[in-house]
């Protein structure tokens, strides 16, 4: 009986793969598909950019236009990532902390800029805040112009990224509970105590994680700052519109060389996505190990 039951488990076994050949084609199907979509193109990149010499790709990325896109750009992520911090935050607490009517179309609701296209999202914030458009025209008036300004990039790279961040939150909330914070409360914590000396410690890697995601999105977005930004050179032009400009300029080599500055952002978000998926694996064995210890 025993025997049998173990030439069963090892026909399924078999059954269900594992075999040399399929083990290999499916790793080599992988590897190539990778190389060829991811590996290929980054290399391409680098080497494109470096063309004409390293002269040459230093002095594109030290143009006047090109300085202002990159300026623009870091603008743009840096008031967007506090904002979407502080958004991310208060949404993921609400909707984890709180029983309340409309919780869960708020949770779908907060993915709609996964949904919609970022050209769709800037067509409708023209509609809204240009200066011809339903607020925009009274916005116009008072002398206030959002769209194809600053203010208007900013006003659609938020959209665009507001969900990182809770999304990272929301699933690690939920599954601490809320026994801890509880504690807390009845042994005299305030809000504020709460959420430093509780809350933040267990969720500040996932809240890192979705920073960093912000960011990457905020730098790399095109669609729909493309839209409501007026493509202006040297005035309205982010790293990524600039890249086009260069490219139908035909200045193909310094269009690569402010491209490499997009890839190099994505390979170091990469880097630190790793780097925090390490740390909160660490963690974890840190705490089991302690709790092993305890039960002992």
């Not at 977005?221 to 990524?240: C, D, K, M, Q, Y």
Request: proline letters at 4%; one cysteine or more.
């Amino acid at each position: 009986m025993s025997s049998s039951k173990t030439s069963s488990g090892q026909r399924h076994q078999l059954r269900v793969g594992d075999s040399p050949w399929v083990k290999g084609l499916l790793i080599g199907i992988t590897l190539f598909l990778t190389a060829i979509l991811l590996v290929v193109p980054l290399i391409a990149i680098f080497q494109q950019a470096f063309v004409e010499g390293a002269a040459h790709y230093f002095n594109s990325l030290i143009e006047a236009d090109t300085l202002h896109a990159i300026g623009l750009t870091l603008v743009v992520a840096a008031l967007t990532v506090p904002i979407n911090l502080v958004f991310g935050v208060m949404l993921a607490w609400a909707v984890t902390r709180f029983e309340f009517p409309g919780r869960k179309i708020l949770m779908t609701l907060m993915d709609i800029p996964f949904a919609v296209s970022p050209v769709v999202a800037g067509l409708l914030y023209l509609l809204l805040y240009g200066n011809n458009g339903w607020i925009g025209s009274w916005l116009y008036d008072q002398d206030i112009q959002l769209m194809f300004a600053w203010p208007g990039i900013v006003m659609v790279t938020v959209f665009v990224t507001c969900p990182f961040v809770a999304r990272e939150l929301i699933p690690l909330m939920q599954q601490q509970g809320r026994e801890d914070e509880e504690a807390a409360v009845i042994l005299g914590a305030s809000g504020w105590q709460l959420f430093r000396r509780v809350t933040l410690p267990n969720i500040k890697w996932a809240l890192i994680y979705g920073v960093i995601l912000t960011n990457a999105r905020a730098v790399g977005e095109f669609g729909a700052v493309s839209v409501v930004s007026g493509n202006i050179r040297g005035e309205t032009n982010t790293l990524p519109l600039h890249v086009q400009l260069q490219y139908e300029d035909y200045q193909a080599a310094a269009a690569f060389a402010s491209a490499s500055l997009l890839a190099m952002i994505a390979l170091l978000t990469l880097l630190l996505k790793a780097f925090i998926e390490w740390r909160q694996e660490r963690s974890l064995k840190i705490e089991a190990e302690k709790e092993r210890q305890v039960t002992q």
